[in-house]
Each structure stands twice: as C-alpha cells, then as structure tokens.
C-alpha cells in the first residue's frame, strides 16, 4: 500500500471513529500539510466517501458511498473501481426533475443525493422561489441569481446535511409551495415511504402536507425496501421520477394507485 492510500484509509478512519473533523485538525494528526489534506478530501468527495461542509469533512453513510458495500471498516484504494452507486440514474433523474420547475414556481426541495441532483441542473437563468433545508442545496441554489431562497437553519446533521430546529419547521408549515420535490430511502407498497433518521420526518411530513403537487424523485434501487422511519402513505405522492431500471411490478402498483410516472 501506497503512503496515499495508507493515509486515505487513516482519513476514513478518522473521520467514522470521531463523527468528522476539520482540515487543520486531520493535518495534525497525520503530520502532513493542510494543502494534502484538501487534496485527499476532494478525491474522497469526488469518491462520495466522505461529504466535505465548509472545511470539515465526514464520513459519508448513504448507500452511494462505495464503502458501504464491504463490511471491512479498512480498505485498500483502487483508483479505477471506486464507483458511485447509481449515479448516473440520479443524474437522469435530477436532470428530467429541474425540467417540470416553471418561472415563479415556489418549490421545496428535500435532502438527499438525488434531490441534490435536482439543484444542480435548474436552469440559473429561471425565476422561482426555493425552500431548502440542507447544506448541499443551499450551496447549488447560491449560484443561481434569480432564485429567492427561504432558508431554515438550526442545528446541522452531518450524516445528510441537514439543518434542523423548531423555527425550520415554523418556516416550512408557513410556506404554502406549489411543487415538493421529495426524497425516501425506501418506497413499499404498503408501508409506504420511509427513510433512514428519524429527525428527518417531521420536515419532510410539513413539506407534503403544504405542497400543490408532491414528486417522489428515487432510483429504482429504493423500490421494495423500508428504513425505520416512516414518512407517508404511497397515497401521498402525485408523480414519482425514477429510472429505467424500475421493475414491471413496481410499475403496475404506481399505475394501480393512481401517480404519473416519469421513467428517465
């Protein structure tokens, strides 16, 4: 092994066992220089190992983290196979999403790699006024100079990005949005939506309940599986994006509930 990769996997390491750290801090530890640390954490963010906020980096617990496949907690680099799960579906999706926000939209846009997708793809030159509440979306919607953003802050969850308190929610259930781009981590028939924390429900619940239209954007990986935390019934949801990966099952019980599906 490499001294680079001997000191990725120190990273890593790191970064699970103390919930994150900051460049000045990971370049302390391992006696190298701030400059390659910032090196070694954008390849690792490039890797969706880890998510970079601001100079702190942490380990990155989503399913598109390459990682998350292995139970080995250590890990050798291969700079070729470290592949981004499903990427290009969410590419896909998030690109055919941004198509269906309209001038003077007012549209919510959930956490999570695919709504984030969604962001990066709007059309900066388009007028619309976009509620947030994670990190990511914020930084995507900070380039766009036409977009009125409503913010809500609070207490920030490094696993999703997420920013949470009880003025957020104030803000969300005050805002009327006629579009809610939504985000799960398991769709089921008859358990319906679910994600992973639950710290993550009742903003996602304020967001359904004062949204014109609710458009579930997931991968067709998410079909099938339930997470601890339950967020609504499939009842909910008028329009689903998802790739073509989706099986015929999974159509017929999106036709048989009655939500158009856009299939990327």
């Not at 092994?1 to 302390?28: Q, Y």
């Not at 799960?85 to 309209?102: F, H, P, Q």
């Not at 006024?129 to 994670?134: D, Q, V, Y």
Request: charged share 25%; aromatic share 6%.
């Amino acid at each position: 092994m490499s001294k680079k990769e001997d000191r990725l996997n120190n990273i890593v390491k790191i970064l699970e066992e103390h919930n994150g750290a900051s460049v000045k801090e990971l370049a302390l530890m391992l006696d190298v220089s701030e400059m390659t640390i910032r090196r070694d954490l954008k390849y690792l963010e490039e890797k969706k190992i880890i998510d970079n906020f601001y100079g702190s980096a942490v380990f990155n617990p989503r399913q598109s983290n390459p990682l998350k496949q292995t139970n080995d907690i250590v890990f050798t680099y291969n700079l070729n196979e470290n592949s981004r799960k499903m990427e290009d579906e969410k590419l896909a999706i998030g690109k055919k999403a941004a198509e269906l926000i309209n001038e003077d939209d007012i549209v919510c846009i959930d956490l999570g790699t695919t709504t984030e997708r969604l962001s990066q793809y709007i059309d900066p030159d388009l007028t619309f006024t976009s509620l947030i509440f994670s990190a990511n979306n914020l930084i995507h919607m900070l380039s766009k100079p036409n977009v009125k953003i409503l913010f809500s802050g609070g207490s920030f969850h490094r696993d999703t990005g997420m920013f949470e308190s009880p003025d957020a929610l104030r803000i969300v259930s005050n805002t009327r949005t006629t579009k809610l781009f939504l985000s799960a981590a398991g769709v089921h028939e008859k358990l319906g939506l679910t994600c992973a924390n639950s710290y993550e429900v009742a903003i996602k619940k304020f967001s359904i309940e004062n949204s014109l239209e609710v458009i579930l954007l997931v991968d067709s990986s998410k079909f099938g599986e339930v997470r601890p935390s339950f967020v609504c019934n499939l009842d909910k949801v008028d329009k689903i994006i998802t790739d073509s990966g989706i099986s015929q099952e999974w159509i017929d019980i999106i036709n048989k509930n009655h939500i158009e599906l856009i299939i990327v």
